[in-house]
């Protein structure tokens, strides 16, 4: 349970409830607007993010395509369809007392009987074109513009992705306080996934990388190169659906002058993003002055090295800012900026509201720097130095 996950201050099974009504209004909206007489909901994303967090349908962790599908009808039907397998569990658990009814199959069937489950979706649908968020023959393909859904964060959203960012930082930080020279990439992914675990928290992403390697490669896939005195621990973290993405450093020893400046450059971009992630403000733009901001810092082409990020949520990067995206930033909506110049990245995850920034991943007894931005101050990440 939700309530029971967080704590005092947790979301309320009502709260989960209200949640969920919001939710399918606005799915209601969409199958008005798209004219179509339902939806089926198969992604991991989707499935999660409809039932506020209670439902769980994946199977194989590395697939975003889950075992069990939501059919959610314009004339106020829900239905999940699966095979025998995936309905007792689903049903007396995930899916009690949201209103489902169940239509199975035998889990043999979609491997003998011709389309089992598009002749349930057909007979259950009456007619009327479906639309689905993972190609199937004979539905409409809806998936980008049913992810826009998810952009506006819930009160009780926020409330769990701030016990999430809270929790993902913790685990990255005690991961950089436990980790010693000669340890393996792979042996402090091990140690990361434990404390993430630990917590509830599925890792999506886990990246590791040390001295060299994390100096070279944008993105650090652990290896068995071994830590001699710097390394980067990155994550993305899910619970309920949510994602958090965190990323730190640490350092063993004297920090050198310049990977000291190269870690509040970033900062500096990093902050100037998120005080710039206004409602109303487009992709396409955030990425031209990120470009501007990298060359005020003194690396023209830092930019080219790796995405400087985007909206977060219910997928790792809802979207990634590129030159003329059309995409726009919305009030209640998560990000994750990552601009990189070389070995540094100043990583969290934020939301953004009307007139100011929270930033979820921000923990106090990391060691951190503060970046003014138009009057506002910004508490950009570290590097521990240990």
Avoid at 153 to 165: A, C, F, Q, V
Avoid at 295 to 302: K, V
Avoid at 363 to 378: A, L, R, T
């Amino acid at each position: 349970m939700v309530a029971e996950d967080l704590g005092a201050n947790s979301v309320t099974r009502a709260d989960l409830m209200k949640e969920i009504d919001e939710k399918l209004a606005r799915v209601h909206k969409f199958l008005m607007e798209e004219k179509l007489g339902g939806v089926l909901l198969t992604r991991v994303d989707n499935f999660a993010w409809v039932t506020a967090g209670l439902g769980d349908n994946h199977i194989i962790i590395t697939s975003e395509v889950g075992g069990a599908s939501l059919l959610i009808l314009r004339d106020g039907g829900r239905f999940l369809v699966a095979s025998n397998v995936e309905v007792p569990r689903l049903m007396e658990t995930d899916l009690k007392g949201l209103g489902y009814i169940p239509r199975d199959y035998l889990w043999y069937e979609d491997k003998t009987v011709s389309d089992v489950r598009l002749k349930i979706i057909q007979d259950l649908a009456k007619g009327q074109e479906i639309g689905t968020d993972v190609p199937l023959p004979g539905l409409r393909f809806i998936a980008p513009g049913f992810a826009r859904l998810r952009y506006v964060l819930t009160d009780s959203e926020i409330k769990k992705y701030r016990w999430l960012g809270r929790n993902s930082s913790e685990a990255v930080s005690a991961v950089c306080r436990r980790i010693e020279p000669g340890m393996s990439e792979r042996q402090i992914e091990s140690l990361t996934s434990d404390e993430l675990m630990r917590r509830g928290i599925r890792p999506t992403v886990l990246l590791v990388g040390v001295d060299g390697r994390t100096l070279n490669y944008g993105h650090d896939v652990p290896s068995d190169a071994k830590l001699e005195k710097y390394a980067f621990v990155n994550v993305c973290g899910r619970k309920w659906g949510l994602i958090a993405s965190v990323g730190r450093y640490v350092h063993f020893g004297p920090l050198p002058v310049d990977l000291k400046e190269r870690m509040h450059a970033s900062g500096e971009i990093s902050a100037r993003l998120q005080a710039s992630s206004r409602p109303g403000m487009r992709a396409g733009d955030m990425f031209d002055l990120a470009k501007k901001w990298y060359a005020e810092e003194g690396f023209p082409d830092g930019w080219m090295a790796l995405h400087v990020g985007g909206a977060i949520g219910y997928a790792e990067r809802e979207w990634v800012a590129y030159p003329g995206l059309e995409e726009s930033v919305h009030e209640r909506q998560a990000f994750a900026w990552n601009p990189l110049v070389r070995g540094a990245i100043s990583f969290d995850t934020v939301v953004v509201y009307k007139d100011y920034v929270e930033n979820l991943t921000s923990i106090p007894d990391w060691p951190s720097f503060v970046v003014n931005v138009d009057g506002k101050e910004y508490r950009m990440p570290d590097i521990l130095v240990r």
